[in-house]
């Protein structure tokens, strides 16, 4: 098993986050709230945040300090991008395309600091 999760870490472990990302969420929600498709579906920032501490964990070299600096930049702007327009004041809710475009930053985010840990961006 640890052999397959080794070879396979391009898709395992942003497979892996969102599925204990969705646990966590739907775990310490008030039980009292239903839960929504967007409650399952909002996992990219948590994503990006994985991203993040993989590559602090793993830093060995330029490139990535400039990936910690566009990670920051990008989920910066995508976080007030969602904010200022898929942000319903009156409802207090996300619109779906306001959980769908963080969800797409993370999962790449994601995949580059695992390519980054991996040798492949030097």
Request: glycine share 8%; proline share 2%; net charge negative.
């Given at each position: 098993m640890g052999q397959f999760i080794i070879e396979n870490l391009i898709w395992v472990v942003p497979v892996l986050?969102?599925?204990?990302?969705?646990?966590i969420k739907t775990t310490a929600k008030n039980s009292l709230i239903p839960l929504t498709i967007i409650d399952f579906l909002d996992f990219g920032f948590?994503?990006?945040?994985?991203?993040?501490t993989i590559i602090l964990t793993n830093l060995?070299?330029?490139?990535?300090?400039?990936?910690?600096?566009?990670?920051?930049?990008?989920?910066?702007?995508?976080a007030n991008i969602v904010h200022r327009r898929y942000w319903n004041k009156d409802k207090q809710s996300l619109k779906l395309i306001g959980?769908?475009?963080?969800?797409?930053?993370?999962?790449?985010?994601?995949v580059v600091a695992i390519i980054y840990v991996g040798g492949g961006i030097t």
């Open positions: 986050s969102i599925f204990l990302s969705i646990l948590g994503l990006a945040i994985t991203s993040i060995h070299n330029d490139a990535g300090i400039w990936l910690l600096v566009f990670y920051f930049m990008g989920i910066f702007a995508t959980v769908i475009v963080p969800d797409i930053l993370g999962v790449i985010l994601l």
